[in-house]
């Protein structure tokens, strides 16, 4: 008992600490404490935290963020009747109304709070892809920012790789954006023309080298060819003498099995890690076709082999190793072109059994440009320029503007511009001097990050300017064009009218592909597709081609509804999805052709039409050996509907294998037995009957009814894709889900506008943007959440012109 | 010839011996002619008679008719046995011109071309050079003409020993003078007991081995009234040959053939029975397999159903690339008899290759290794890949 005062003590102090206080959130001890003990401590107390929430301690500082997004989610549940759950004595209505109305007053009060916090200059650093479009608007040179010589990956926030307050920059950083600076102005403005290189690859070097003669002799020089078998390539590393564009050209034929795959070429630069170009290829073999891409090196040799992607059995020991001494013709007399001991390429009638290439020649030719001085040196160095400090104050004011998305201010000008004395002073020449200043610009902060906001005032809505490029960066993830400077600087942008416009003028730009590719990636997490490779015995089919076109289904897919302005519904469920000749194998639905997608019906028995059955997003979480349907349930809360579950606990026990002799059992049997721990219940109770519904697709996302199971005996038992939502709602599976996914569209809706708004904001959503996002959500409702009219709404809302 | 030997005789001209010879002697006792002659018609062909050469052409991927091939006897005098080929200096015949006689023949085994020796099948490296043989050949036109030795396609090629045996006859022997170092025999059919009307002279000296019981006898155990059976040399120049080996009896001839036998089976087990693809059915990935005859049945029984065999691709000289590296493993599906023809063994195999390699097609010879049988590296010089690495 002689304890107490001190206790007693401490806990007031902690109590003021935390911003616990009487004072600092009225009516609580009288209105809420009470509720709480009745109707949520027992399961969210001290001697339990279902869901990881405890409210008895949960801060009652509503102008810290976090603490007020639980509250407001407390609030959500207690107004929705989600809680007390069934079970439970359910409060009075009023009650619960009395509890909802003093929790959004302590929010409205916080959020004061916060605004007056709030910075006055927001950075919000540009992704290196961002980084790369930016320069190629900027000075004509393609960067190439995922190169090992390039800029390091942006790390990411739910999937979101532009979000301003995890992109740091560190001294590493620094560096490479100097190099990249300097790199990009040498290819700009080169000293030197560069000389044109070109050299054609025939098979007597990618092959037969120095066996010309010998195949003279037998007389079949001129009809010597080179095939590649699945999986295996030519080496065509090159010499590249300066950074630039370069043109490939690869003489062809494809040959594809009458019931097979096409094979696909790719050409990989191993050195840069860089896909140089990839193409499914189907030829007669006596009409190759010839492939023709444009592609930008950095100076060097780069290893770049060409490969047949295409299924096949392995290549060792020696199958498909090339014999020296055998020169290939054509498919018809393949038998004497080939070694016996190599993979049967054709049938006795020389058909195709498996796909295969034979390539004629691969040319390479560049730099591209064509012209002499180049044209940036054109338009910097105009040859009737003074050469003076004048004509480089002129040529830094105009690209420090561009550069900073904004008109350069004089004291910035000021520091450039004595840069370029300096250098001057120094024994430069003139070229030299202000190629110091350009890379002085672009290594500023006001290039490398969007800056909103001024130190000197005190302003919540973005200027022109920042509204150009905060509009810019998210439909194109580039600098504005002249166009938006041009009503950035007669400050007409802000316009409802102008804006709209504007969108619909962006959105029929090409450089919109970057939005409609980009943010379905980051939404969707596709950047997960491929992370657990699947194990090869189990999935012999998966490969690059098949994960790439898994991938592009989700973006083919977003960019047909954004184009056809079709209603967000579309994402939950169609009877339409997009699909190449590789894809549509791998669904088993016949009749695709070609790499290209096409829009495809969707049939019942097909079991496929929407977001959800699409192979990347069932695969992107599975873990290379088999499905996750936890994974999957977590990907659609945190996804689809913007929930995301709290982690798991640690210490969970894994999921053991079914002991031998027992029967086999499926993944989802063995979570029941798995859940016994009333804490996880809770929350397993809300993720896996979403993730259970898509049982019936295998971790690479193929369709099935039986789960494959090695451990345990007996036959592979059925799976079972039945659930019940936390609201009680039953399906059969997991078209029946979607039908019921369907019927919350508003719901999605509300996510999908706050997701939208993450990356068009480069931000997280705060509790302070749910009234903007609420209403953004009720404006599409009112337009049956068309895609189109929702990124317009967001994009002339307050909250997209407001930082 | 045992009875579980895969060999087949029947496109062997039996006219060529035993209805041939006899008419021959008669021929060459009135031209009062030596000895080498007796001997060169006792071994002499249709050629000599009423009867043309026969140029029948092998046609790919069949086994050729019975009664087809041609029959030229001669002695070793140079062998490839990696490639099987080699030449022979064959017995002077009636019917050529004295400026032809000598002339070096060369020859290529057929794929399914065999060889016997002591009365057991054998390789061509199992022959020592200046063995007497017997053989069985087609006419390959761009080699020449048949008189000129066009008749390069080898079908079957044995030794006396193996040659007398199966045609069910031996050597009677009449006298022994070993200080000349002569026997005199006579011909003996063992089926009827029927001698030869004209007795034989052989050569015999201290290089003679004599073959008795389960060991090795003497020159001083041969004794008037024996059965024997000989190999010879040179026999085709002045005389009717030296004996290199004789064999007195039974045992000592059982004793040579197993021993044979054995040399032979352990050369398939590493080198795998050699057969030709009849189909392949490129969707299911099945090979349909004929073995070609001249191996030791008992062989087949290691090929069990549904076990894994080794596929190795060969080329028509029988000799495989690189056959660790190059083999496929392959289920058998089904083992059949079929209707035995010259060169066949009577055996199909349906085999289910893991991959379907270029050799996997109609008429390409594989050799089939069974599931427990060494598959290891063969030496150098008999592998075809990288490359022959033997001095030219």
């Given amino acids: ?803 | 010839m045992t009875n579980h030997d895969c060999i087949t005789e029947r496109n062997i001209d039996r006219r060529s011996f035993s209805a041939l010879a006899p008419r021959h002697l008669s021929l060459a006792l009135a031209a009062a002619v030596s000895s080498f002659v007796i001997l060169v018609s006792s071994f002499a062909t249709a050629a000599d008679g009423d009867k043309k050469p026969t140029t029948y052409q092998i046609q790919p991927g069949q086994f050729p008719p019975e009664g087809s091939a041609h029959y030229i006897a001669g002695e070793l005098i140079q062998m490839d046995h990696v490639n099987r080929t080699g030449q022979l200096r064959p017995d002077r015949r009636n019917d050529q011109r004295t400026d032809d006689y000598d002339r070096a023949m060369f020859f290529a085994m057929l794929p399914y071309g065999t060889f016997r020796y002591h009365g057991a099948p054998a390789e061509l490296r199992d022959l020592p050079i200046g063995t007497h043989l017997h053989g069985q050949f087609y006419f390959d036109a761009k080699q020449g003409r048949p008189v000129k030795g066009g008749f390069s396609s080898g079908f079957l090629l044995e030794d006396d020993f193996s040659f007398h045996q199966r045609q069910q006859r031996a050597w009677r022997l009449d006298a022994i003078d070993l200080n000349k170092g002569n026997i005199t025999v006579t011909g003996l059919s063992l089926a009827d007991h029927k001698a030869d009307e004209k007795p034989t002279v052989f050569k015999v000296n201290a290089a003679t081995r004599v073959w008795q019981g389960r060991g090795f006898g003497a020159l001083t155990n041969l004794a008037a009234g024996q059965t024997l059976l000989v190999n010879i040399t040179v026999a085709t120049l002045k005389g009717p040959g030296h004996c290199t080996d004789i064999w007195l009896d039974d045992e000592s001839r059982q004793l040579a053939a197993a021993r044979q036998t054995e040399v032979h089976r352990a050369h398939q087990k590493t080198h795998g029975l050699a057969g030709w693809i009849n189909t392949v059915d490129n969707e299911k990935s099945h090979l349909t397999i004929t073995l070609f005859g001249g191996f030791n049945a008992a062989l087949t029984n290691d090929f069990k159903l549904k076990s894994r065999v080794a596929a190795l691709v060969a080329e028509d000289s029988l000799r495989a690339y690189d056959q660790i590296n190059d083999r496929m493993y392959c289920e058998v599906l089904e083992i059949r008899s079929v209707p035995a023809a010259p060169g066949s063994s009577g055996l199909q195999f349906v085999i289910k290759p893991e991959n379907l390699l270029e050799g996997f097609r109609p008429r390409r010879i594989l050799r089939l290794l069974a599931a427990n049988w060494p598959l290891d590296d063969l030496p150098w010089e008999e592998m075809l890949w990288p490359a022959d690495n033997r001095v030219k």
């Fill in chain 1, 1 to 803: 008992m002689r304890l107490m005062p001190p206790l007693r003590t401490i806990a007031c102090i902690l109590a003021a600490s935390l911003g616990i206080s009487a004072a600092a959130s009225p009516g609580f001890d009288t209105v809420v404490k009470p509720f709480l003990a009745e109707h949520c401590v027992r399961c969210h107390g001290e001697k339990k935290q279902k869901g990881n929430l405890r409210l008895d301690t949960l801060s009652r500082d509503f102008a810290a963020p976090l603490s007020a997004s639980h509250w407001a989610d407390v609030m959500e549940r207690i107004s929705t009747g989600e809680m007390p759950p069934e079970d439970e004595p359910k409060p009075k209505v009023a009650e619960a109304a009395r509890i909802a109305e003093w929790i959004a007053g302590q929010i409205k009060e916080g959020e004061k709070t916060r605004l007056a916090r709030r910075e006055r200059v927001t950075f919000h650093k540009l992704t290196r892809e961002e980084y790369a479009n930016t320069i190629r608007d900027l000075l004509g040179v393609n960067f190439d920012a995922t190169d090992p010589t390039g800029l390091p990956e942006d790390p990411s926030w739910q999937g979101f790789e532009r979000i301003g307050s995890v992109l740091s920059l560190s001294p590493a950083h620094v560096e490479k954006y100097f190099a990249a600076a300097e790199a990009v102005l040498n290819e700009a403005l080169p000293t030197v023309a560069p000389k044109k290189f070109s050299k054609r690859k025939d098979v007597w070097d990618l092959r037969y080298h120095g066996q010309r003669p010998k195949a003279e002799k037998l007389g079949i020089a001129d009809q010597a060819r080179v095939e590649i078998w699945p999986h295996d390539g030519l080496d065509v590393s090159t010499d590249f003498p300066v950074s630039g564009d370069y043109r490939m050209r690869i003489k062809v034929s494809g040959m594809k099995p009458p019931l097979g795959r096409a094979p696909h070429v790719s050409v990989y630069a191993k050195d840069l890690d860089r896909m140089l170009f990839e193409q499914d290829v189907v030829t007669p073999e006596d009409q190759p076709a010839t492939l023709d891409f444009t592609f930008h090196v950095p100076a060097g040799r780069r290893d770049i082999r060409l490969t047949c992607e295409a299924p096949g059995p392995s290549n060792l020991p020696r199958h498909g190793r090339y014999d020296a001494g055998r020169f290939f013709t054509t498919i018809k007399d393949s038998p004497t072109g080939r070694q016996p001991w190599q993979w049967k390429l054709t049938d006795e009638d020389g058909v195709p059994l498996r796909p295969f290439l034979i390539v004629d020649f691969v040319e390479v030719e560049g730099p591209l440009q064509s012209t002499w001085p180049t044209p940036q040196q054109q338009k910097f160095f105009s040859t009737g320029g003074t050469q003076d400090v004048a004509q480089a104050k002129e040529i830094v004011t105009s690209f420090a503007s561009r550069a900073f998305r904004r008109p350069a201010r004089a004291d910035e000008i000021g520091r450039l511009v004595k840069l370029v004395e300096s250098e001057l002073q120094s024994g430069e020449k003139f070229e030299s001097a202000v190629k110091a200043a350009l890379v002085a610009t672009l290594c500023a902060k006001d290039f490398l990050y969007l800056v909103e906001g001024s130190a000197g005032q005190v302003n919540p809505r973005l200027n022109d300017w920042e509204l150009a490029a905060r509009l810019s960066y998210f439909l194109w993830s580039t600098m504005p064009d002249d166009r938006l400077f041009d009503l950035a600087r007669t400050n007409g942008l802000h316009q409802p009218s102008v804006l709209r416009g504007e969108v619909a003028r962006m959105l029929r730009d090409p450089r919109a592909a970057r939005f409609t590719t980009g943010f379905p990636k980051q939404w969707l997490q596709l950047k997960h597709v491929g992370m657990f490779p699947p194990d090869k015995k189990l999935y012999p089919d998966y490969d690059a081609h098949l994960e790439k076109s898994m991938i592009a289904e989700g973006t083919e897919y977003f960019r047909e509804v954004l184009e056809k302005n079709l209603s967000v519904r579309e994402f939950l469920s169609s009877d339409w999805t997009l699909l190449n000749a590789r894809l549509a194998e791998h669904y088993g639905i016949a009749g695709v052709k070609g790499d290209e997608f096409q829009r495809v019906a969707l049939r019942p028995e097909d079991h496929r039409g929407g977001l959800l059955t699409q192979a990347g997003v069932l695969s992107l979480t599975s873990d290379g050996q088999r499905h996750r349907p936890v994974h999957r349930g977590k990907w659609v809360l945190e996804t689809i509907f913007n929930k995301p579950p709290p982690p798991p606990p640690a210490n969970v026990k894994p999921i053991e294998p079914t002991p031998a002799g027992q029967p086999k059992a499926t993944l989802r049997m063995k979570l029941e037995a798995h859940k016994s721990d009333e804490n996880c219940a809770a929350c397993h109770r809300k993720i896996d009957p979403l993730g259970v519904a898509f049982d019936n697709y295998d971790a690479i996302g193929r369709w099935r009814t039986e789960e494959v199971v090695r451990d345990g005996a007996g036959a592979n038992p059925k799976v079972d894709p039945s659930g019940v939502l936390p609201d009680g709602r039953k399906f059969a599976d997991g078209a029946e889900l979607r039908r019921l996914l369907v019927a919350d569209t508003d719901k999605f809706a509300a996510a999908f506008v706050e997701k939208l708004g993450t990356y068009a904001l480069r931000r997280a959503m705060t509790i302070d943007d749910r009234r903007a996002l609420s209403a953004l959500a009720s404006q599409s409702k009112a337009t049956d959440y068309r895609l189109r009219k929702i990124v317009e709404a967001l994009v002339v809302s307050d909250l997209f012109q407001q930082r």
